[in-house]
């Protein structure tokens, strides 16, 4: 049973275009992590969300917990090359419970 | 400088060898994880050590076998593994909690002959 849902699996847009990455579930997190993996490297943290309807900006990314902290989404404003990659949400279940990551959502940008 | 460090980057090997990942964390962690990675699918967690202990074994093979002599080194023993044990095997770390940011390494990228 997939506990998070990314949505779309796979995207390719044209530079400059802007996007949405989908992270659903029917369970509530305490929180939810980001991470972007590129080719040959290991994913790495772009953020955290931990309340109920929280925004958070990094730079063209602007991320949003759902009010019911069962979703979350990950909005890119004129994508850039540079951001191809494969997009990670995982959430958190309590304090002592492990990550559940969702299967990803692999993102190109074209120049 | 990742903070994580996985060793060896790629590895071949035979259904019948024995080999070793290895990795290091540089960040003061006291948790460390063993991830596998398949292509279209989720993460998928294998074991998890706090403060050097074994606390989540998530039904891995016992071909695979962990070890972790302190808290800023954990190993993944393999033997006589199968074709469909090829995958990115990941290691991370994180403060002190399971469900705390991780900081991933780049992967060992394995592939079972």
């Known amino acids: 049973t997939q506990l998070l849902e990314q949505s779309p699996q796979f995207l390719s847009i044209q530079e400059g275009e802007n996007l949405t990455v989908y992270c659903n579930s029917s369970?509530?997190?305490?929180?939810l992590q980001w991470y972007r993996q590129e080719p040959g490297e290991g994913p790495v943290l772009l953020v955290t969300?931990?309340?109920?309807?929280e925004v958070k900006k990094l730079k063209r990314l602007t991320f949003q917990f759902g009010d019911a902290r069962k979703d979350s989404s990950l909005h890119i404003t004129a994508a850039q090359p540079g951001d191809t990659g494969l997009y990670l949400c995982?959430?958190?279940?309590?304090?002592?419970?492990?990550?559940?990551f969702g299967q990803g959502t692999e993102l190109s940008v074209k120049p | 400088e990742t903070g994580v460090t996985q060793t060896p980057r790629h590895l071949v090997m035979g259904m019948t060898n024995k080999k070793s990942l290895k990795c290091e964390q540089h960040?003061?962690?006291?948790?460390m994880y063993w991830y596998k990675q398949s292509a279209k699918k989720p993460l998928e967690l294998m074991f998890v050590?706090?403060?050097?202990?074994?606390?989540e074994n998530n039904s891995v093979p016992s071909r695979f076998s962990p070890e972790c002599p302190n808290s800023s080194h954990l190993f993944l023993h393999l033997h006589t593994l199968q074709p469909e044990d090829s995958a990115l095997y990941l290691c991370?770390?994180?403060?002190?909690?399971?469900?705390?940011?991780?900081?991933f390494g780049d992967g060992t990228r394995l592939s079972i002959l």
């Open positions: 969300v931990v309340t109920g309807g």
């Open positions: 960040l003061g962690h006291n948790a």
């Open positions: 991370a770390s994180s403060q002190d909690r399971v469900n705390q940011p991780q900081h």
């Open positions: 050590y706090n403060f050097k202990e074994q606390t």
């Open positions: 369970s509530v997190f305490s929180s």
């Open positions: 995982a959430g958190a279940r309590g304090q002592g419970g492990k990550l559940i």
